[in-house]
């Protein structure tokens, strides 16, 4: 998509990279699936929205590398940098369940949580001052439509479910609510992408995400969670103690073979 | 630019392009699809214009490999293949002629206006579906039995645009290409 190579200012490149590297430590969660998931159906479903999420990851993360202007490639990027360098929030990399065992319930709640924020915020970014973001968030948008409606209808299933798929799913949103701070709490980075039009603050999103949760809990008989004071760091590099392990198991065949291609 | 009936060559390498089949879904030509979005000259070369489907699909790298590979091997040399994610594709793109192979395919083709939103997510409009999917108001039809009592099995199916429907009529079970 031969983009001339002009070096960008640095929040340009970090506030590419926070979305880049969401979406490809979540795909990377959900890869976690394939072949576990609880039916058929689900597996596919599940492998389907990380796949979604690893062409988003690999448009944004070229893009990036782009506008570095340090000749970084998408699989540089994704395979070769340690784990302070990813911008990810936090709550991508968390496991897919809360003990021993994964469960599904949580990798339902998040992408709930993750999408009912990707979707207003891919259609705020059509708008983008950067055109080439703006034409990966007209892709993606609709992508993530798709995304939240899966995880819509589980999150009412489960609620609105059995004793234990409803204690499960309260549990999964209880577990996860918290990591939603980090999206709030805007840092100087975002405002100056907000400032020279590149996007919005996930934080000028928040009630139209609260909307679309609420909406979901109410059919789903779940309790919103109390919000927390707690904050988690992610996008500023400083990660849950589950990321060192995710980007071992992800990067270990190209740090091991170096430029191996198939 | 040239405009292509001055310009055999171009002309050939239209046609070539276009009639590459889709390589998961082979019954179908990229110009079906409507992911061909321009073929021109820029100085000695001839660029071909693919336009990605949905961001993962592995199929564009082989798209491009494939539309490579046909033109070379009909003696059509300096031939950049490039990616254009503006505007971004859609399924109403797929042409009538495309629709009818999916059909006959035993693929339902996709509910037009994809591009108007309707698919905005049933949380847009308060209501989120539950066992019966919002496609059932509206197509897709039986593409064997045209019967429109189908229900959706899964949301997604063997590839990223595909769902999984079961005719209730017939009782057969079929993809359904998704509107995107």
Known sequence: ?262 | MVSVSDDPVLEQARVLAGNVPDPEIPVVTLQDLGILRSVHREGEHIVVMLTPTYTGCPATEVIREDVQRTLAHAGVSDVQVRLTLSPPWSSDWISPHGRQKLREYGIAPPACGADADQHAGALASGSVLRFMPREALTGPACPRCDSIRIERISQYGSTPCKALYRCLACREPFDYFKPY
């Not at chain 1, 496991?95 to 709640?109: C, F, K, R």
């Not at chain 1, 055109?131 to 992508?143: D, N, R």
Request: some cysteine.
């Open chain 1, 1 to 262: 998509m031969g983009e001339p190579v002009v070096r960008a200012p640095a929040f340009h490149v970090e506030y590419i990279l926070r979305l880049g590297d969401s979406s490809l430590i979540l795909a990377q969660r959900l890869a976690q699936w394939c072949g576990h998931g609880p039916m058929l159906e689900e597996d596919i479903a599940m492998t389907n929205v990380s796949l979604d999420l690893v062409g988003q990851a690999r448009l944004l993360l070229s893009h990036a590398g782009a506008l570095e202007g340090l000749g970084r490639s998408e699989d540089d990027l994704a395979y070769q940098r340690d784990e302070p360098e990813f911008r990810n929030w936090t709550m991508v990399e968390l496991p897919n369940g809360t003990g021993p065992h994964d469960d599904y319930a949580v990798s339902i709640a998040r992408n709930l949580m993750v999408s009912a924020l990707s979707v207003p915020l891919w259609q705020a970014l059509c708008e983008s001052s950067d055109k080439h973001l703006g034409a990966i968030a007209a892709k993606s948008v609709k992508e993530a439509r798709a995304h939240l409606r899966h995880a819509a209808e589980w999150m009412i299933r489960f609620g609105d479910g059995t004793a234990v798929s409803h204690a499960r799913a309260q549990s999964a949103l209880d577990h996860l609510w918290p990591y939603a701070n980090e999206w709030w709490d805007t840092d100087t980075l975002e405002r100056e992408a907000v400032q020279a039009g590149l996007g919005p603050s996930l934080a000028s999103l928040r009630s139209t995400w609260s909307e679309s949760i609420d909406a979901v809990l109410a059919q789903a008989t779940l309790k919103r969670p109390t919000d927390s004071p707690f904050v988690s760091t992610g996008k500023l590099g400083l990660h849950s103690e589950h990321m060192g392990y995710l980007l071992a198991q992800m990067q270990s065949l190209a740090r091991r073979h170096p430029g191996a291609s198939w």
